[in-house]
């Protein structure tokens, strides 16, 4: 491999493992590759360009389906559905701009949506009161009309029954409610949010909670303990057999 050959690779290997913007990182790479006073300032062929193009393309797939994928929620790169629908529209706008179609690429998605959407209804018809799709129905049905897959009545109306959370909150609840080694349930209220809590049966506090907070237009707070109930009463739990101060 020559030296613009190994360039142009660490580039593409930099464009596919960056942030939430590929399209920045591809811009990013083209300057560094071509322009930058540092820089190797390298005759870039229609092939290199496009190998940058694919890299930023593949990239918007990465976290679009990382956040399409539930079994994601668990983890702190999680940013649930309505990031999922801002990056495909970013994703689409960027092949337009340069001209490149994959006629595969809806049928993918769609395929990864409806099975989040099943172990969503799965998870809510076994007794979860809260909901982690935090797109409103419209953007759900929207974006599953451009993926060309059919939403089942029943599953729509399953999913946006219950109160939605952030993406953040969806992590830490399903954090909380997967250690089975800690039994033990408690809510602090802290006034301006409120704070749900886990123990174990040494009565040791897990180093996680989920906090709640009481938004500026939730000036009572309902919003805010309704949230807080949803979670709560969702966490196969027990109240501690011990006085917490």
Not at 12 to 32: R, T
Not at 35 to 45: H, I, M, S
Not at 63 to 73: E, V
Not at 234 to 241: A, D, E, H, M, Q
Request: glycine share 4%; with cysteine; charged share 35%.
């Amino acid at each position: 491999m020559n030296s613009g050959e190994s360039y142009l690779q660490q580039e593409v290997d930099w464009i596919e493992n960056s942030g939430e913007m590929p399209e920045v990182a591809f811009y990013e790479a083209l300057y560094c590759l071509t322009e930058e006073e540092e820089g190797p300032k390298l005759t870039l062929t229609l092939s290199d360009i496009k190998r940058l193009e694919d890299a930023a393309i593949n990239r918007f797939k990465t976290i679009i389906l990382r956040d399409l994928k539930f079994a994601n929620r668990r983890l702190s790169i999680f940013r649930g559905l309505k990031r999922a629908i801002i990056n495909y529209n970013r994703l689409k706008k960027y092949q337009k701009r340069k001209n490149r179609i994959d006629p595969g690429q809806e049928k993918m998605i769609g395929r990864f949506l409806l099975e989040y959407i099943r172990r969503e209804c799965e998870e809510i018809s076994d007794r979860r009161h809260y909901r982690t799709i935090n797109c409103t129905r419209e953007e759900l049905e929207q974006f599953a009309d451009e993926l060309g897959v059919n939403i089942a009545p029943e599953h729509n109306d399953i999913c946006f029954e219950h109160i939605p959370l952030t993406f953040d909150e969806v992590y830490r609840a399903t954090l909380l409610s997967e250690k089975q080694d800690y039994p033990y349930k408690f809510i602090y209220d802290r006034g301006n949010y409120c704070e749900i809590v886990i123990f174990n049966k040494k009565k040791q506090k897990f180093y996680i909670s989920l906090k709640v907070f009481c938004e500026k237009e939730d000036s009572d707070g309902k919003n805010m303990r309704l949230k807080t109930d949803a979670v709560y009463r969702s966490l196969s739990k027990s109240i501690p057999p011990w006085e917490i101060s």
